[in-house]
């Protein structure tokens, strides 16, 4: 293990743990959010997993928590400047504490051809993979590789260190994994089915011995919010993770049904409770063109 240190005024110092020699070379990134922790206990798992490997051929970079500020604050942000670390890299190397460290952890990135970012999109969601498949080749293939069953169009916002690990040629995906918000709470199957779908991404590049394999993947377009329109109990009728029909009813709210606005995965929704106007209530991907419904 070695550290960089990306800003001595700010005590922040990020591990960068290297396993094997040469190349190819792939990255594991997580704890970009703070409080994201099934992400970190994945990729502490890998680094168990690789520590035990003897057949690496290339070099493995895992880097498992890329905040330490935010991380001991337990929060998505750094309590340094306030800034969300996925929405300004490539950083900079003159700008403030996080702006600093997400320059140092894209410099470290410079060597890599493929990159793994590991998030959390909280404790009422589910297990998805991040992609920009309708604009890179290597996305799907990426996403078949790793075997998660569903891929969700990103939204494109600029800063996201895989998104802008994609404009600049190299191969790149975000996994979401339940867990994290609020507090950091960790999903402990899911932390493990993403050691195992990073695992098997390894074994399809070439870094460790094994019988490559392409799962089935449907393939979402973007996330669609659905709101409360006024204050109400709220009662979901289905988990995190489900295919919904069109106008399938999905929760109550003061009795009254909501019904899903497309056909499509229901990425995350919030428990039974008292939800006020304008409060996020759930989360949509509707089939990608292709997937058929």
């Given amino acids: 293990m070695r550290t960089i240190i990306a800003d001595p005024l700010s005590l922040t110092e990020i591990a960068v743990h290297e396993f094997g020699s040469g190349e190819p070379v792939m990255a594991i990134t997580a704890g970009i959010h703070g409080d994201e922790h099934t992400g970190i206990l994945a990729a502490h798992l890998l680094m168990d997993t690789l520590r035990r490997k003897r057949n690496l051929r290339g070099r493995v970079k895992i880097i498992p928590v ?29 700008g403030s504490a996080t702006r ?11 060597d890599v051809r493929m990159l793994v970012d590991l998030h ?9 993979v991040v992609t ?40 790149a995906v975000l996994i979401e994994l339940k867990g994290g918000q609020p507090s950091g709470f960790i999903d402990l199957e899911s932390a493990r089915m993403c050691h195992d779908a990073v695992i098997r991404l390894m074994i399809h590049a070439g870094l460790l011995d094994g ?12 996330l669609i919010p659905v709101h409360a329109k006024r204050h109400g109990l709220f009662l979901p ?19 009254e049904p909501l019904s899903s606005p497309c056909t ?30």
Wanted: with cysteine; glycine share 12%; charged share 20%.
């Fill in 100 to 110: 600093l460290t997400a320059h140092a952890i894209w410099s470290e990135l410079s």
């Fill in 132 to 171: 920009l498949h309708d604009e890179y080749d290597h996305q799907r293939e990426m996403a078949e590789a790793l075997g998660i069953p569903y891929a969700v169009r990103s939204g494109g916002a600029r800063g996201q260190l895989f998104l802008e690990a994609c404009h600049a040629g190299k191969q």
């Fill in 264 to 293: 499509g995965l229901i990425s995350s929704v919030m428990p039974p409770r008292y939800c006020f106007a304008g409060e996020r209530l759930a989360r949509i991907a509707p089939f990608a063109a292709g997937n058929g419904s």
């Fill in 211 to 222: 019988a490559a394999s392409r799962g089935e993947v449907t393939y979402f377009d973007r």
């Fill in 66 to 94: 890329c905040n330490p500020a935010a991380y001991r604050h337990r929060s998505r942000c750094s309590p340094f400047d306030g800034l969300d670390m996925n929405r300004i890299f490539p950083g900079d190397p003159c």
């Fill in 120 to 128: 959390c999109c909280g404790i009422y969601g589910s297990n998805y």
């Fill in 237 to 255: 009728e289905v988990e995190a993770g489900a295919i919904l029909r069109e106008g399938q009813v999905f929760a109550t709210l003061d009795g």
